[in-house]
């Protein structure tokens, strides 16, 4: 009888115990300061991008060129995998790639991995100084509960831009307990046709115990040929781990 009570009282404990770290952490997220947020998700930002440039993973990409009426006009698509080789290159081992776009087409894919990099927008001390962020609020986006900022490159930024560089305008979503990136939409700048202002959204999933992108999808202009097209891509990333060459 009284090793019963002795483990009841032992589980009460424990619960109380998870209930007020929980509480903790709680009113710890809704007191935190905008500018606190900020700081520990550059923080956290900084060891994802780093975990992120080791793991291996699988990106599969899908470019959809639009014509008149929203009409797919033809399709790009490439599964691949992307290491780390013996000398710590960044490498790729294509498993399928195919295209029903018109034989002349072509785009850069050195041109759409700068794309890509945006889509994958992270927050580190770098990105703070190059970016203004103001606070909005909180949303619950599925199980999440996040902070909400607006987003804008600094002036002194657009004002001198480097050759190909080019910066998000939108909105960006920071989980309340990981403190980390979990979602970023908006648009890229500076625009490449004046007449349009394209639009992505990437997603990212929890691996481990990092949050990493998993999926894109961008309303975009590309420049397939002698022009630029108006195209759909949707990059998915998945199968993230520590293995080297396939």
Same mark, same amino acid.
């Given at each position: 009888?009284?090793?019963?009570?002795?483990?009841?009282?032992?589980?009460?404990? #424990?619960?109380? #115990?998870?209930?007020?770290?929980?509480?903790?952490?709680?009113?710890?997220?809704?007191?935190?300061?905008?500018?606190?947020?900020? %700081? +520990?998700?550059?923080?956290?930002?900084?060891?994802? #991008?780093?975990?992120?440039?080791?793991?291996?993973?699988?990106?599969?990409?899908?470019?959809?060129?639009?014509? %008149?009426?929203?009409?797919?006009?033809?399709?790009?698509?490439?599964?691949?995998?992307?290491?780390?080789? +013996?000398?710590?290159?960044?490498?790729?081992?294509?498993?399928?790639?195919?295209?029903?776009?018109?034989?002349? #087409?072509?785009?850069?894919?050195?041109?759409?991995?700068?794309?890509?990099?945006?889509?994958?927008?992270?927050?580190?001390?770098? @990105?703070?100084?190059?970016?203004?962020?103001?606070?909005?609020?909180?949303?619950?986006?599925?199980?999440?509960?996040?902070?909400?900022?607006? @987003?804008?490159?600094?002036?002194?930024?657009?004002?001198?831009?480097?050759?190909?560089?080019?910066?998000? +305008?939108?909105? @960006?979503?920071?989980?309340?307990?990981?403190?980390?990136?979990?979602? @970023?939409?908006?648009?890229?700048?500076?625009?490449?046709?004046?007449?349009?202002?394209?639009?992505?959204?990437?997603?990212?999933?929890?691996?481990?115990?990092?949050?990493?992108?998993?999926?894109?999808?961008?309303?975009?202009?590309?420049?397939?040929?002698?022009?630029?097209?108006?195209? %759909?891509? +949707?990059?998915?990333?998945?199968?993230?781990?520590?293995?080297?060459?396939?």
């Amino acid at each position: 009888m009284q090793q019963r009570r002795s483990d009841n009282t032992l589980i009460l404990v #424990a619960v109380i #115990a998870i209930a007020a770290a929980f509480s903790t952490r709680r009113a710890w997220a809704q007191q935190i300061a905008p500018n606190e947020i900020l %700081i +520990k998700a550059a923080s956290n930002g900084e060891e994802t #991008a780093a975990s992120f440039d080791k793991l291996v993973r699988y990106e599969e990409l899908r470019i959809e060129a639009v014509g %008149i009426g929203n009409n797919v006009t033809g399709e790009y698509y490439r599964l691949a995998r992307i290491y780390r080789d +013996k000398t710590q290159r960044i490498t790729e081992k294509v498993f399928e790639e195919k295209s029903t776009l018109p034989g002349d #087409a072509f785009f850069s894919i050195v041109g759409l991995r700068r794309l890509l990099q945006i889509y994958r927008f992270n927050i580190t001390r770098d @990105v703070l100084q190059q970016y203004e962020f103001n606070y909005i609020g909180r949303e619950r986006i599925d199980e999440l509960n996040t902070f909400v900022f607006d @987003v804008r490159p600094r002036d002194r930024i657009l004002s001198r831009p480097v050759a190909e560089s080019r910066y998000i +305008k939108g909105q @960006v979503w920071i989980d309340d307990q990981d403190i980390q990136v979990v979602k @970023v939409a908006g648009e890229i700048l500076p625009h490449s046709r004046p007449d349009r202002t394209p639009r992505f959204e990437t997603y990212y999933k929890n691996y481990d115990r990092f949050w990493l992108p998993a999926y894109t999808t961008a309303d975009e202009d590309l420049r397939i040929g002698d022009g630029n097209s108006r195209v %759909i891509i +949707k990059v998915r990333e998945y199968g993230f781990g520590k293995g080297g060459q396939p």
